[in-house]
């Protein structure tokens, strides 16, 4: 289990939208609004990319959490993305969930460019709740281990 | 020949593991395959077929061969290889490649039917002609077969075309037969190995004369008379039939209802082809094989696409192999071994015995014409 | 069944068709085949009976791109199948010649076995007229067990006798439904995450990734799985008992979200014996949860579930919200 | 293998003091296929920019990866250098470790580990790049504008001057928007109307300048230089043409009981009518809700009287479509709605008044003359007290967490003038803060309190209650006292909060514009680009970016403009070459990524395909790569991965993820 200092650092990715939630970051970063290290993001066009597969291979490949950032429902940059991938995701969760691994692991936020605060909130609350799981045992690939 | 009662079984197997690996038919979540023993493990040694053959004891499914790791390390400390471009800095990368431990443990697969060990057999001639396989040569020579007669054979089974005796496991190339007859089970050793096995749990036998096992042989016997496809013809098949066989209409149509799946493949205790493949792991790559079959649209896929496209062909070879291609290559034997467990298991109902009959009534017809 | 193969017969003779995909006889009294049939001679070996569970809808992917129609025998299950297969343009309904077969539920050679039953040499009582009372002559003597307690387990379960597509119907079928089609996955969601986890754990480390879920199932009717393109870099043959067989499962199912017609094939075929259709039946009890009640297949026209949406569809935290552990 | 440069940006300290950016060069050189990597002070210079060109040369990159602040602010930066240095633009990606990770972790070891894998993961995406071409296509070169008020006309004003055709739609019968309903303005004290109606004429007359009044935006689609507006033109019930604004039908209307919303509801109007005098188009409407005719099918006096004939009651509302280059919001703002700020009574005395009511009353053409009245009674107020920031800057849910900026200095005006005129008028101003800044905006504000002598209290008012006799007692506070005060007033004015017009969602869906919480349009960048939307070829002009008083709206509506000509002068534009790819062998035909395209970008052909094994004609998807934007929702939702994203494909997206999980 990756430990600093003695304390669990979880990997977290996020994937979020070019217009909103990745703007949305930047603006977190621009206001100096700090959030955990831990969270990494992956820039993609709308949350209606996220294909599911990409959540099963991070948490395969030892991710603890995984969370989609997307436009408000109603802002969606191309229209329509948003409210696909949340029908999709609800989907997957529900069946991960299902399959017994732990809920909060997984999340899904919409935050637009203009919520530099809200993405902050969203992330330190993520980074909290998947640090109380602890380490993902359920969903890694054994041979992604130290 | 040594006795145990039914009873005591659990007596036997304990005195097995305590100085081997003791795989035998374990059930879980409902079925039943060769497993380790191991405390509460559900063991049914009456099992007459686990889903899955005991190849995987001797060849498994899913094998590392090596691992590849990468490592940044400093300049100063040794390294056996050179960093990229634009030396100088104060850090370089170094390869190392670790090979997979080979078995050096002896392992005991306890009820092994006579039809498996004959699919040993059949492995063998592949892993252990030149180059030899390491990693299944370890195995083989840890690896300890106690044999088991099959009491109640089934309607799926035909062992008996490729000349196996159900009834008589000490003519299997195993190390021990066993019997089951009378609420005993009898125990013989047949082979050098058999010997010190035996002589290592020798405390928990008694000794026996043979005849329950001869009633038992007798009684088996009478029941493989009656098995619908005891007298399976393989007279279509076998060295030299390959041209024949190969351009034959019978191919056309019987392939039509298979869905490309691999229950087949992965059930036989003889199918053999793997694939090997690369896992990205955290600094380097995991070099491993994995069973493969030839009803995959990927097998055998090469740069330049499949050299056989439609699932006709992936179909035809599967049969031509077992019943012409591996007889030629070597002396006549066959590459199946009438367990029936694809009899049991192919999703379409289609099989070898289909297969070798649908020959049959096609030269009956010709013959007819 | 004589006038089931005179009427195959009479289709094929009138030119109505050039071919009848059916079941053709086993080599033992209960593994009759899907099969092709091209003439009147080859029909003499035509089955229909409690054994042929086959869904024989897929096959018409390839048949419906040949010369002249195709007959095929749809049982009412199957005939979802087909119509989702109309839907997702994958066979040529112009080209098809949907004969609706009748069923009495279909029967499970292994729960027979589970009873205890080897050895079997001969079968009575399982025509699609026969009696109830199943009688398997054996190399160990006779035996008999009532049709409906040997079953597939999806019959148990039977979304109807209505055949949602057909060009004739044949028979008159029997309702077999005797538990919720939900039942099952209620009680795996009552449990705890631990409990589930090691559920589907015990489960799923059974499978030896021989693909027959996939193959047999009328919606993974991709040309190219992902599973077997380098696409995503998730071509793994291997089954290590890790995250691989979850995820190969889990994305299956997904994939057949909101197309999957229920038709319980992955069940039937799967050699080890897992309840894949837990999987399917989670995602279409899902789909009536959160976005009304949907049927793959009843209607060819209707939109799938996941590729339409309201403004007004529930968020996903609503999982975490509803769950007990 | 790609042989890929990365460069490491200090961005002077932004980077450097938080990153160990040299570390970062150094562990980044083992990723596969990095053949080069160093940091430099600054990436985005000349000279950065230069070392860039000059590696690529030196050592042959095909890849190139800066590690620097945001794609958002400097991919484009880097694309063009790529180009300049001979490579595909499209052969570059950013790690962003300034936004992303320098500014906001103050740990340096802790920040630069999360760099190193920011940085693998767009090696480990470049490794998977390949080269796209841009496409073309073509810029229609008309100009929409949305919103008839100041910023709009001066908007459509200067575009048209630049020689390109301009469509204005305004939702209500004329042009002219909230600037027409006041009266003076800070801090000249400019009569309104007297400087407004010209510009209104100007665009009326302009011969490039199309006014859509009485219209609304239907429906939009298409993408930059090419989209494709339904505008529906509400039915007037007045004939265009042959009305000759006259003005007798709307005398001679019997129903003259209709509150009329350019007063704010303060007098009223007739069911045919123009919203005020100098309306433009001077051509009335009949507001079929309240006219009797159409209520009751009697009446039809305005069509007796009509000599003109030019009152048609079976107009319908009629939709047109037209194309265009560019697209300008301006819709303005509205005040927000009172009802949950009771306490102030505005719901219970009508001489509780928000300011713009106040701008009517003060108004010659309104309500009540211009003369300083109570609407109560119509007598003279003699204390009024101004409440400021009502719902602005306010924390909790019932107003709006921003500074409405205009209150505090027409707040100062209504003070002056009422002092100038009434000076028997008590007046009080109840404020936070006063907020000035801007030319001559304090000199006009000290003026207020020095030379008016204008009550300023430092406080806020919690409590306003109505009286038997008619007055209101004002409870507030005196913070610079520090004690509680009760004062008696005849009239109390609001400064309540501005908020986007409540239409500018419905707006924003249809153009896809990002909008934030508080319903204003986002900008592309907060500093850099503050009149264009994120959407490209979307742009922003007056409040419905952000509160602003005149001179700033009229600014920015210039600004706009001027970004409107550049782009239209353009014949062709480039297009995102990030489009869908269909790859046909793996394709099923199936459908599923044309049903949730949303620009109808994905048809089906009957194709020859031809591959291993494969020699057939087969239904497969095609990709229009003029109509596809590149969202990805096809290729998510494709079940055998033949649909895939350049630029964001499946490899690319799952090496990223590998990459960042290792």
Known sequence: MPMINGEFRPKIVAFCCNWCSYGGADLAGSSRLSYPADVKIIRVPCSGRVNPMFILRAFERGADGVIICGCHPGDCHYSTGNYYARRRMTLLFSMLEYIGIENGRTRVEWVSAAEGVKFQATMNEFVDKVKSLGENVRLGDLRCKD | MLKISIDKLSALYDAIAANNELILPVRKAGVVDYASYEEGADVAIDTLKTAKSPKNAFFPQFETLYNVNKKIIPTDASAEEGACEGAGVALRSTLSVEMAPLVDKDFVIFGIKPCDVKGIEVLDNVFLAEPVDNFYKARRDHGILVTMACNEPEESCFCSAFGIDAADPSKAKADVAVWMADGNLYWKAISPKGEALTESVKSVFEDSDEAAVEATKASIEGILAKLPNANLSLDMWGKGVLDDRFYSPVWDEIFKPCLACGTCTFVCPTCQCYDIKDYTTKDGIQRYRCWDSCMYSDFTMMAHGNNRNSQKERFRQRFMHKLSYYPDKNDGMFSCVGCGRCVDKCPQSLNIVKVIKAFEASKAKEGQA | MQGLIDRLKALLADGTVARVIGWKKGDMSYNPTPAVFNSAEELDEFVYDGFCGANLSKMMIDATKLEGKTAVLLKPCDSYSFNQLIREHRVNRDNAYIIGIACRGKLDIERAKATGIKGITDVAGVEHDGADTVTFKTLYGDKEVAYNEILLGRCYMCKGKEHVIADEVIGESKDTAVMDRFAQVEAIEAMSSAEKFEYFKKELSKCIRCNACRNVCPCCSCRKCVFDSTKFDTQQKANVDSFEEKMFHIIRAFHVAGRCTDCGECSRVCPQGIPLHLFNKKFIKDIDTFYGEFQAGKDPEAQSPLTAFTFEDVEPKIVSERSKG | ?662
């Open chain 4, 1 to 662: 293998m790609q042989r890929i440069g990365v460069f490491v940006c200090h961005c002077g300290t932004n980077i450097a003091a938080t990153v160990d950016v040299k570390k970062v060069a150094e562990l980044v050189r083992f990723e596969p296929g990095v053949v080069h990597a160093e940091d430099y002070t600054y990436m985005c210079s000349e000279v950065g920019q230069q070392r860039i060109i000059d590696t690529v040369k030196e050592k042959n990159l095909t890849g190139i990866v800066v590690c620097s602040c945001s794609p958002r602010m400097h991919e484009a930066t880097f694309r063009k250098c790529a180009e300049k240095a001979g490579i595909n633009p499209y052969m570059v990606e950013i790690a962003n470790i300034r936004e992303h990770c320098s500014w906001i972790h103050k740990d340096m070891q802790e920040a630069t580990e999360k760099a190193v894998i920011l940085a693998r993961a767009a090696i480990a995406k470049v490794n998977l790049n390949a080269p796209l071409q841009e496409g073309e296509s073509p810029v229609t070169k008309r100009a929409l504008v949305i919103g008839g008020g100041i910023a709009g006309i001066q908007t459509a004003i200067d575009i048209a001057d630049a020689g390109y055709p301009v469509d204005i739609v305004e939702k209500t019968p004329s042009i002219g928007g909230r600037m027409s309903q006041l009266d003076k303005t800070f801090p000249t004290l400019d009569c309104s109307s007297c400087i407004l109606t010209p510009k209104m004429v100007e665009a009326s007359a302009h011969p490039l300048i199309t006014l859509h009044t009485y219209s609304e935006v239907e429906n939009v689609s298409g993408f930059v230089g090419n989209f494709e507006v339904d505008i529906r033109k509400k039915a007037r019930s007045v004939n265009m043409d042959k009305c000759t604004g006259c003005g007798v039908c709307m005398t001679k209307c019997p129903m003259k009981k209709v509150p009329s919303e350019f007063n704010r509801n303060l007098n009223t109007r007739t069911a045919i009518y123009t919203p005020f005098a100098q309306a433009v188009p001077n051509v009335p409407v009949i507001d079929r809700e309240n006219c009797m005719y159409f209520k009751t099918g009697k009446c039809g006096v305005c069509s007796k009287v009509c000599q003109a004939g030019a009152v048609d009651y079976e107009q319908q509302d009629e939709i047109i479509t037209e194309k265009y280059g560019a697209i300008v919001v301006a819709t303005g703002f509205d005040m927000i709605k009172l009802d949950k700020f009771d306490e102030y009574a505005y719901s219970q005395s009508p001489d509780v008044i928000t300011s713009l009511e106040l701008e009517r009353i003060m108004n010659a053409a309104g309500p009540t003359s211009g003369h300083l009245e109570r609407i109560s009674d119509g007598k003279a107020p003699k204390n009024i007290v101004f409440i400021q920031c009502v719902g602005s800057r306010c924390n909790d849910h019932r107003g709006k967490p921003y500074c409405s900026k205009i209150c505090c200095m027409y707040t100062a005006k209504h003070a002056m003038l009422i002092r100038d005129k009434y000076p028997d008028t008590n007046v009080t101003v109840f404020y936070i803060d006063v907020r000035t800044p801007g030319k001559n905006f304090d000199e006009f504000y000290r003026r207020a309190v020095e030379q008016y002598h204008v009550n300023y209290v430092k406080g806020q008012v919690g409590k306003v209650v109505p009286k038997a006799d008619g007055t209101l007692d004002v409870q507030g506070v005196d913070l610079l006292d520090n004690k509680q005060i009760v004062m008696n007033a005849d009239m109390v004015v609001l400064a309540a909060a501005i908020e986007p017009n409540p239409d500018i969602r419905k707006i924003a869906t249809m153009l896809t514009a990002s909008i934030d919480t508080n319903n204003f349009l986002t900008e592309a960048h907060a500093k850099l680009r503050p009149v264009e939307s994120p959407t490209a070829g979307i742009f922003l002009s007056g409040v419905t970016q952000g509160p602003k008083d005149i001179p700033e709206t009229v600014s920015q509506a210039g600004a706009a403009a001027v970004k409107v000509i550049g782009l239209l002068a353009k014949d062709k534009l480039k297009t995102n070459p990030c489009t869908a790819k269909c790859d046909p062998i793996a394709c099923n035909g199936c459908s599923t990524c044309a049903n949730v395209c949303p620009y109808g970008a994905i048809s089906y052909e009957d194709q020859l395909v031809r591959g291993p094994g494969v020699n057939e004609t087969r239904r497969v998807a095609v990709v229009n790569t003029a109509l596809c934007q590149g969202c990805g929702a096809c290729s998510a939702s494709c079940p055998s991965g033949a649909m895939d994203l350049q630029g964001f494909s499946n490899r690319q997206l799952i090496s990223e993820v590998d990459a960042i999980c290792r």
